[in-house]
T-cell receptor, first 111, second 114 residues
Framework: RKEVEQDPGPFNVPEGATVAFNCTYSNSASQSFFWYRQDCRKEPKLLMSVYSSGNEDGRFTAQLNRASQYISLLIRDSKLSDSATYLCVVRKDTGRRALTFGSGTRLQVQP | GAGVSQSPSNKVTEKGKDVELRCDPISGHTALYWYRQSLGQGLEFLIYFQGNSAPDKSGLPSDRFSAERTGGSVSTLTIQRTQQEDSAVYLC????????????FGSGTRLTVV
């Protein structure tokens, strides 16, 4: 079983739609959580951290459910520029401390 | 520099040859990471350097892979006797604080083994 699992998609949504992605992680020792964005043939870039209390950054909302070991990302009022692959990322508090990346969920926002 | 610099940006090599990939992290960043990404796949952790500590090499796929970081700055990833399955984009990232997930990635080296 992969440490971080995501639905690969693609999610095809019209502009203005609300879309949500979920991600599950297998290691309960995971301590920190993030969403990264990766455009086609580009390097990943940090989108936002995910806090236990949930957090919002403009049109983006991230939630963490430690009991069920899943993380979500909600995008409201989708823009064409949101089209990208969204990577769910976790870091354990023991052992390897480097980030573990999911394979990503591809989003395509259509006009 | 302003960002993480990787060279070369593209490398085509014949099977069996050795290759060296270079990463120049953001000045002052103590943590440096190597990942690779095969076509359509997620990022696979390779190796992690933190300051003067012994590197975490647990992600290196075989003994053909090695990496070093000189003077706490520039890092070189070496792949010996390359195989076709080594073809991937090799990404380097650095961060100021190993406890924070704000990695800055370089634009990667696209390695093709023919």
């Amino acid at each position: 079983r992969k440490e971080v699992e995501q639905d690969p998609g693609p999610f095809n949504v019209p502009e203005g739609a609300t879309v949500a992605f979920n991600c599950t992680y297998s290691n309960s020792a995971s301590q920190s959580f993030f969403w990264y964005r990766q455009d086609c043939r580009k390097e990943p870039k940090l989108l936002m951290s995910v806090y236990s209390s949930g957090n919002e950054d403009g049109r983006f909302t991230a939630q963490l459910n430690r009991a069920s070991q899943y993380i979500s990302l909600l995008i409201r009022d989708s823009k064409l520029s949101d089209s990208a692959t969204y990577l769910c990322v976790v870091r354990k508090d023991t052992g390897r401390r480097a980030l573990t990346f999911g394979s990503g969920t591809r989003l395509q926002v259509q006009p | 520099g302003a960002g993480v610099s990787q060279s070369p940006s593209n490398k085509v090599t014949e099977k069996g040859k050795d290759v060296e990939l270079r990463c120049d992290p953001i000045s002052g960043h103590t943590a440096l990471y190597w990942y690779r990404q095969s076509l359509g796949q997620g990022l696979e952790f390779l190796i992690y350097f933190q300051g003067n500590s012994a590197p975490d090499k647990s992600g290196l796929p075989s003994d053909r892979f090695s990496a070093e970081r000189t003077g706490g700055s520039v890092s070189t990833l070496t792949i010996q006797r390359t195989q076709q399955e080594d073809s991937a984009v090799y990404l380097c990232a650095s961060s100021a604080d190993r406890e924070f997930g704000g990695y800055t990635f370089g634009s990667g080296t696209r390695l093709t083994v023919v």
